[in-house]
């Protein structure tokens, strides 16, 4: 459209992919299988910024130095406290889960960062972040961040159903995997139940939560979607392939853009990878864990996961291994048809 405002050009001192993430209490491990599905698939160079308790810091940096050269090369991590620039920090450390509501607080920490990938500790990539990346592009000039629906059925959504507060859509959203355009943000007074003007969102944190502490269940995920209740034209809706968790395939498949495209990123909420209620999520995530980093992808990573999926069958999930094969398998394709094409380069001097 004339005079519509496209997302800008990333200058060349922010040429990385920026991927957020908040690890509390014992989330060191899924933190890491996380980061290592990111590194493993894509293609462009990624910026970690990692926020953590204290005593997690120096497991991060002791584990990230061990992966190999060819995989630390590919990134640069910082690792930060947990802080809270407005409010009660013990309050906003309370809420919901621990840390948790750091996340509220990433486009007033990262000043410099331009646009960022937040997702939840038991998120895992299947295909390269450079897809989702691509998303930014595609925002029209009011749009400031991407979420998914909570639920794409009413009938059975959380928020259509119990919520007794504002709500983004018909099922609300899910904050566990969030794009955002940081500058938009900062730079945008945001319409609220407050005042009659606009707040900027550093401004509007606190008092959003004192007003609705008594009503919120999921914490800083349900202060978002009051956000977005008040402020709809700010947010893209991508669909559901790219935070697809258990309630997608657990009473049946509802996620037609899985069953079309696969599953872009997998969403392991409610502990998923650790327990025995989903083996399908549980199979992918030990399958990523237990990959040796330079191995071949088909063999120690494909060909397990096929296998281990033979034993999920008997639940819902397992019937459809094809949505959760179908990106991994085409992001490795890629990753050897760019090899042959790099070694034949190297090989071939006409």
Not at 290 to 309: A, G, I, M, V
């Amino acid at each position: 459209k004339p005079g519509e405002q496209k997302h800008p050009k990333e200058p060349s001192s922010l040429q990385c992919m920026h991927l957020a993430v908040v690890a509390c209490g014992d989330r060191l491990e899924e933190t890491l299988i996380m980061l290592k599905s990111a590194v493993l698939f894509s293609n462009r160079r990624l910026c970690f910024h990692i926020f953590a308790e204290d005593s997690l810091k120096p497991g991060f940096e002791k584990k990230l130095k061990e992966w190999p050269s060819s995989y630390t090369k590919k990134f640069e991590s910082n690792i930060y406290p947990i802080t809270f620039s407005v409010g009660n920090a013990q309050e906003w450390k309370k809420l919901f889960k621990p840390c948790a509501a750091q996340r509220l607080f990433l486009p007033v920490i990262l000043k410099d960062v331009d646009s960022l990938l937040y997702v939840d500790t038991d998120v895992l990539f299947l295909r390269p972040i450079d897809d989702i990346w691509h998303i930014l592009g595609e925002f029209n000039s009011t749009q400031l961040a991407a979420m998914a629906p909570e639920h794409e059925i009413p009938k059975i959504g959380w928020y259509s159903r119990f919520a007794r507060h504002p709500y983004y859509g018909t099922t609300g959203l899910n904050s566990g995997v969030m794009l955002m355009n940081l500058t938009r943000i900062r730079s945008t007074h945001f319409k609220n139940s407050m005042i009659p003007g606009g707040l900027t969102w550093e401004e509007m944190l606190y008092p959003l939560y004192q007003k609705y502490k008594n009503h919120i269940t999921w914490g800083d995920q349900d202060l978002l979607n009051i956000i977005f209740y008040f402020n709809p034209e700010c947010l893209y809706v991508f669909p559901c392939q790219w935070n697809y968790r258990p309630d997608h395939c657990m009473y049946g498949s509802n996620c037609r853009g899985a069953e079309e495209e696969g599953v872009s990123i997998l969403h392991g909420n409610r502990g998923v990878y650790h327990d025995d209620k989903q083996p399908t999520f549980k199979a992918i995530y030990e399958v990523i864990r237990d990959f040796p980093f330079e191995d071949n992808l088909f063999q120690s990573l494909y060909y397990p996961l096929q296998s281990k999926f033979l034993d999920t069958v008997h639940t819902l999930c397992g019937r459809i291994p094809q949505v959760f094969l179908k990106q991994i398998e085409k992001t490795m394709k890629k990753v050897y048809e760019n090899r042959v094409i790099v070694y034949l380069g190297a090989n071939h001097r006409y």
